[in-house]
C-alpha cells in the first residue's frame, strides 16, 4: 500500500514539472519590483529625460583660466582690464552688448562663429563696458532667419570702480519721456551693484524717495516712475556712495507726453497761397507726433524729374497744451521762377513705424 501511494505522488509530480516547462515565461516590465540575490526587494529607476530648451543662463559662459567655465547668472561682477571671453553653445549664435561699443565701431571688441560655439571676446574692459550682454540662437528655414525668443540668455556685467560708481558717458544731459500709460525709467546706470543710490530734484532741491510702490529702483535699469505724471517734469539726477565720497550722475530732463501713438497727423500748406509764373513757391508739409519718434517724408510733384526742387526737413520739441511736450516736424519744398509745369497736385507723404499719412495740394496760377 505505501508503496502505491508513492507511486502515485511521484506521477503527480511529474506532471505538475511537465506543466511548468510549458507555460511561456513572462517578462518583466521595465520599472517592475525585482530581487536581488541577497533577498531585497529594489525599485528599477528610469532614466530622466533631458529638458529641450535650456533654462537660465546655461548657455552663455564666461572663459576662466587654464580652460575652467563659468555659468553667468543674471548678474555678473568682474574687475576691469582682465580680458573677458563670453562664449554661447549653439552653431548660429546672435549676440548683443552694451549699444556704445558698435556706435563706436570699437576695436576692442570680436566675435567669432565656430561649429559649437560663438565666442565674444571683449580686451582692456572699462567702467563704460557695464551694461546687458546676452546671445540668442538664431533659427533657419531656408533662406528666412529669425531669433529663437525661447533661447534668449542675458547676464548684466558690471566691471565695478571705485572712480566711476555711474558709467561714464558721452553726454551729459538726457532727455526721459513720461507717459501716463507706462513706466517711465531715469537710467543712472552704476558700475557697482551695491552702491546706495538716491534720486534728486535740481530745482526745487529736493530727494525723490524711492518708497518701493510708486518709485522702485533696480540697479541693472535705474529709477522707475511707475505711474508718470505733470508733477515728475524737471531736471533730476542721481546720487551714488559706497564708501567714500558720494558722485552725481549725469542729469536727466524729464518732459510730460501725452500723444497717441498711430500714424502720422499731417498738414500742407502753401506759400504764398496764390502764385503766378516766375513766383517762388514754399510748401509745408508739417507732422504732431511723438517726440523719440522719427518721420519720413516722400514728395510728389507735377514738374517731378523735370524741374529741380529743394527739400529741407527739420524737426523740434514743442510745448502744447498744459505742459506737454510734443514733437513738430517738417519737411519744406522749395519751387524757384515757377512754369506752367510746376502748377498741379503737390503730394506729401509722412510715415512712421505705426503708418502712413498722405495728404495733397492743388497749385493753379493767379
Known amino acids: 500500500m505505501k508503496l502505491w501511494v508513492l507511486f502515485c505522488l511521484a506521477l503527480l509530480w511529474v506532471e505538475l514539472q511537465n506543466g511548468a516547462c510549458q507555460q511561456p515565461k513572462r517578462r518583466k516590465d521595465v520599472g517592475e519590483n525585482r530581487i536581488r540575490p541577497g533577498g531585497k526587494r529594489v525599485k528599477v529607476r528610469h532614466p530622466k529625460l533631458k529638458d529641450g530648451g535650456v533654462k537660465g543662463q546655461s548657455l552663455l559662459t564666461q572663459v576662466l583660466d587654464k580652460g575652467r567655465f563659468l555659468r553667468l547668472g543674471q548678474t555678473t561682477t568682474m574687475t576691469p582690464g ?23 565701431n570699437d576695436s576692442r571688441l570680436s566675435i567669432k562663429q565656430s561649429d559649437k560655439y560663438s565666442q565674444l571676446i571683449l580686451t582692456s574692459p572699462s567702467a563704460a563696458d557695464t551694461g546687458p550682454y546676452s546671445c540668442w540662437v538664431i533659427v533657419c528655414d531656408g533662406t ?11 547676464s548684466h556685467i558690471y566691471f565695478t570702480d571705485k572712480d566711476n560708481l555711474f558709467v561714464p558717458s558721452a553726454i551729459h544731459f538726457e532727455i526721459v519721456y513720461l507717459r501716463p500709460d507706462r513706466p517711465a525709467v531715469v537710467p543712472c546706470p552704476v558700475t557697482n551693484p551695491q552702491a546706495k543710490v538716491s534720486l534728486h ?166
Open 201 to 366: 530734484r535740481e530745482v526745487p532741491a529736493e530727494e525723490i524717495p524711492a518708497n518701493g510702490t510708486t518709485v522702485t529702483y533696480d540697479p541693472t535699469k535705474g529709477f522707475i516712475l511707475q505711474s508718470p505724471s505733470l508733477d515728475h517734469q524737471g531736471v533730476l539726477y542721481c546720487k551714488a556712495v559706497t564708501r567714500g565720497t558720494p558722485q552725481i550722475s549725469i542729469k536727466y530732463q524729464l518732459l510730460y507726453v501725452e500723444v497717441p501713438s498711430g500714424p502720422p497727423f499731417v498738414s500742407l500748406e502753401a506759400s504764398p497761397e496764390s502764385v503766378r509764373g516766375g513766383d517762388n513757391l514754399n510748401v509745408t508739409c508739417t507732422v504732431l507726433g511723438e517726440p523719440e519718434v522719427d518721420i519720413s517724408f516722400i514728395w510728389f510733384y507735377p514738374g517731378q524729374d523735370h524741374r529741380p526742387v529743394h527739400v529741407q526737413t527739420s524737426w523740434r520739441l514743442i510745448n502744447r497744451g498744459l505742459g506737454h511736450t510734443t514733437r513738430i516736424s517738417q519737411s519744406v519744398m522749395t519751387v524757384e521762377d515757377m512754369e506752367t509745369i510746376d502748377f498741379g497736385n503737390y503730394m506729401c507723404k509722412a510715415k512712421n513705424p505705426h503708418g502712413e499719412t498722405i495728404v495733397t495740394i492743388d497749385i493753379i496760377s493767379k
Open 82 to 104: 582682465k580680458n573677458m571671453e563670453l562664449r554661447c553653445k549653439g552653431s548660429n549664435i546672435g549676440w548683443s552688448y552694451p549699444a556704445y561699443l558698435d556706435t563706436f
Open 144 to 154: 528666412e532667419c529669425e531669433k529663437d525668443h525661447d533661447h534668449v540668455y542675458v
